[in-house]
């Protein structure tokens, strides 16, 4: 158990610590909603620094490549699901992202079952750090960063379908061998 996965781990810890602040008293306390957007920026803190010490250090593992975006999908998944509960996003916003991480999983399983190993794009990349943004503003919720908040989380949604399409296209490989 290394270091990075030491941080996966903790992200994932983290989890249930911020949704328990975040939706305590309906997301009223503005002290628990800044309790909440610290321990979200620390765990997605977590997500950069695992992937750098791991590369850096060469402290890449079976477990980590399994266990770093799952936890990643979690953390922005759960943020998502409260923000519906909030009244701050529409559900069909949160559908669409969490369709498309369902899409992708399912591809990766498909490859990994032949062997292959498809990696991570930076389209992806981008995606998650829009996404991540927008939950970040969403939790501030400062009324006059509203036009930014709406510009960004599109920008997220728009990431989130080309990140999509592109990971698609570059790997029907995958589902159309031997199949079609």
Do not use: H
Not at 62 to 67: A, I, S, Y
Not at 71 to 91: F, G, H, M, R, T
Not at 92 to 108: K, L, M, N, Q
């Amino acid at each position: 158990m290394n270091l990075p996965n030491k941080l996966t781990i903790l992200r994932i810890l983290m989890i249930p610590l911020f949704v328990v602040l975040l939706l305590f008293n309906g997301g009223q306390d503005q002290n628990l909603r800044i309790a909440a957007l610290i321990v979200f920026c620390l765990a997605s803190f977590t997500d950069f620094l695992d992937g750098q010490i791991a590369r850096k250090r060469n402290l890449v593992t079976d477990f980590g490549k399994f266990m770093d975006p799952l936890a990643d999908k979690l953390l922005v998944c759960s943020a998502l699901i409260c923000l519906i509960e909030l009244n701050q996003l529409p559900a069909w916003y949160v559908i669409v992202i969490i369709a498309r991480e369902f899409i992708i999983s399912g591809f990766r399983l498909v490859a990994a079952d032949k062997g292959i190993v498809i990696a991570a794009s930076w389209w992806g990349k981008f995606k998650t750090t829009f996404q991540m943004l927008t939950v970040i503003l969403l939790i501030i919720d400062i009324p006059v960063l509203k036009l930014i908040t709406d510009i960004i989380a599109g920008i997220a949604l728009v990431l989130t379908i080309v990140s999509l399409v592109d990971y698609m296209i570059k790997n029907i490989r995958v589902i159309t061998e031997g199949g079609m």
